[in-house]
């Protein structure tokens, strides 16, 4: 079964407009951690942001932050002011202290593209 | 400081070469994480090691295997290639182990033909 699911292949979102690219996940233990990270056409891997499931506050990283609604399992990114630069795939993951010693899991990714 | 390096950036092999692909961490992490990402099966976990130790494994054959050096830096081989191998590999340090506050290296990628 799917753990982290993303369920937008693709998006286009207007500058300076607010975004939100979804991501539910899938896990019985109660301690685990989800994160975002951003993957421009160069490839390399950028971490934005980090929920713990214990954490009573969203979380958030200037225009980012993160809507976590726990009973739904949902951990939705919401990137605000949109800029051209945030063109990039964007992947959610998890962290499971029961799967294999906190290896991450990860989503398909969203592929987010910024119109001018 | 410098960030995560990995080298070399592109590479192409034949199959039933082997390959070995490096990574330097930032300095003073001690941990190193690898993964294959492919447009078919996305970002799966290789391995982890801490202080030279691998610590943590994913469901990957024996084919692939990786080990770490005293000054952190840290090795990935790949022995008799397959087609299903071409991806790009990410390198990610951090201080400690585990994946929290993970710096990924710009990858390799790796073409089998």
């Known amino acids: 079964a799917q753990k982290i699911t993303q369920t937008q292949p693709g998006m286009f979102v207007q500058e300076k407009e607010a975004v939100t690219l979804d991501c539910t996940y899938d896990?019985?233990?109660?301690?685990?951690?989800l994160f975002w990270y951003k993957q421009p056409s160069s490839g390399e891997m950028i971490f934005l942001i980090y929920?713990?499931?214990?954490d009573q506050q969203n979380a958030t990283e200037g225009r980012y932050s993160l809507n976590f609604q726990k009973a739904r399992k949902s951990a939705n990114l919401v990137i605000s002011a949109s800029q051209l630069g945030d063109s990039a795939m964007y992947f959610c993951?998890?962290?499971?202290?029961?799967?294999?010693?906190?290896?991450?899991?990860w989503g398909a990714g969203t592929k987010l593209i910024i119109k001018p | 400081k410098a960030g995560v390096t990995q080298t070399p950036r592109y590479l192409i092999k034949t199959r039933g070469q082997q390959v070995t692909l490096s990574c330097s961490p930032i300095?003073?992490?001690?941990?190193v994480s690898w993964y294959q990402q492919t447009p078919g099966q996305g970002l799966q976990f290789l391995f982890e090691?801490?202080?030279?130790?691998?610590?943590n494994k994913g469901n990957f054959p024996g084919r692939f295997s990786g080990r770490q050096f005293s000054n952190s830096r840290s090795e990935m081989n790949v022995s008799t290639l397959e087609l299903g191998d071409s991806a790009l590999y990410l390198c990610?340090?951090?201080?400690?182990?585990?994946?929290?506050?993970?710096?990924f290296g710009p990858g390799t990628r790796l073409t089998v033909t």
């Open positions: 990610a340090s951090s201080l400690a182990k585990g994946p929290l506050e993970q710096y």
């Open positions: 300095s003073g992490h001690r941990s």
């Open positions: 090691y801490f202080s030279e130790t691998q610590r």
């Open positions: 896990t019985s233990d109660p301690s685990y951690g």
């Open positions: 929920q713990g499931s214990y």
């Open positions: 993951a998890m962290r499971e202290p029961r799967d294999s010693n906190y290896q991450l899991i």
